[in-house]
């Protein structure tokens, strides 16, 4: 059967991006055929599309979406064509009509979950989940800061650490983006653009700083974030949307107070079936609880998915965004 995909055979602006039509074979030994209804938009894919992170080229994009299983191949058990199903990889290639994906990396969607929270929800929540119970480990009282608090993690971090007791502090760079920032959960919000975030933070926090920092923009707020940091406090630095943080001075963790910086990627902790397992249904119960919520800002059509990627890079996005094939 034949797809509508976009692909690059080149890295570089969004421009490289191309949809085209490509073919897609019945399903191999272990394999699914899944179509997609929704498609999780990261900032992890402008990376490889820009060529921050190195792929084989030509390549697919994005590896997020959720459908309905098709096909499946041999050997495959616990999946049946017409099944729900969402995914958020490794595989990439997830900006496509239809394609085939490895059944290990699919999760059936229960059926309180719609097809476009699954896909706005997945990994960003999978990523909030490793970063603050797997990493960061916080614990109620603690304080917590949290850069871009508007964004698709931005916000579900801040209220999965709302659920846990913790007081956040969030970053943001309008009144509009601190308006989304307060209604997950925030108890601070600092617009980083006209305010000295981390003399905020000192300040807020009676001078001690904050014993955990989530860092999702990389060089433009690595020197607040070691600012902001308290004595033995931990950085979790995990994106890179400010650039990519370089040349770092290991001395300057002891001059700022003895600190922990981690710099993660979520396939690390959800190496294994029950990791990945287990993080899924602790995801899927923060949701039930209310404690997180995706906000689905903007949808783009399969198309536009060039259009999706200046719009993220331009900051004009708020939560999660989708592409619609």
């Known amino acids: 059967m034949q797809a509508r995909a976009a692909r690059i055979e080149a890295t570089g602006g969004p421009e490289v991006i191309r949809i085209v039509d490509v073919e897609v074979p019945e399903p191999g030994p272990g394999e699914v055929r899944m ?6 938009l990261n900032y992890i894919d402008t990376y490889h599309r820009s060529g921050l992170y190195p792929l084989e080229l030509p ?3 994005g590896g997020e979406a959720a459908g309905v299983v098709e096909a499946v191949g041999e050997g495959v058990e616990g999946f049946a064509p017409g099944d729900r199903v969402a995914t958020f990889g490794p595989t ?7 394609r085939n994906v490895p059944a290990k990396e699919l999760f059936h969607l229960p059926d309180d979950i719609d097809e476009r929270t699954a896909a706005a929800l997945m990994l960003k929540g999978c990523t909030t989940e490793y970063l603050v119970e797997r990493i960061a480990k916080v614990e109620p009282g603690q304080t917590a800061l949290v850069h871009a608090a508007a964004g698709g993690v931005g916000q579900l971090l801040v209220g999965w650490l709302k659920a846990l007791g913790v007081t956040v502090i969030g970053t943001v760079g309008s009144e509009e983006k601190a308006e989304a920032a307060r209604k997950s959960g925030a ?18 926090t009676d001078g001690a700083g904050v014993p955990v920092v989530f860092d999702g923009v990389g060089a433009a707020t690595w020197e607040v974030s070691l600012a902001s940091a308290a004595r033995r406090g931990l950085i979790v630095s995990y994106g890179n949307a400010g650039g990519a943080v370089t040349g770092v001075n290991l001395g300057v963790l002891s001059a700022k107070g003895s600190l922990f910086v981690t710099r993660p990627t979520l396939f690390d902790y959800y190496a294994t079936p029950e990791e990945r397992k287990a993080g899924v249904e602790r995801v899927f119960a923060m949701l039930r609880a209310g404690a997180i919520k995706p906000e689905i800002g903007r949808t783009f059509a399969l198309e536009d998915a060039a259009d999706a990627h200046r719009a993220m890079e331009a900051g004009e996005t708020l939560g999660s965004s989708l592409l619609i094939p």
Request: charged share 30%.
């Open 59 to 61: 390549t697919g994009l």
């Open 187 to 204: 108890d601070h919000v600092i617009l980083h653009k006209s305010e000295d975030v981390a003399k905020r933070v000192r300040e807020i």
């Open 35 to 40: 179509r997609n209804t929704a498609i999780g």
């Open 92 to 98: 990439r290639g997830a900006y496509t009509t239809a």
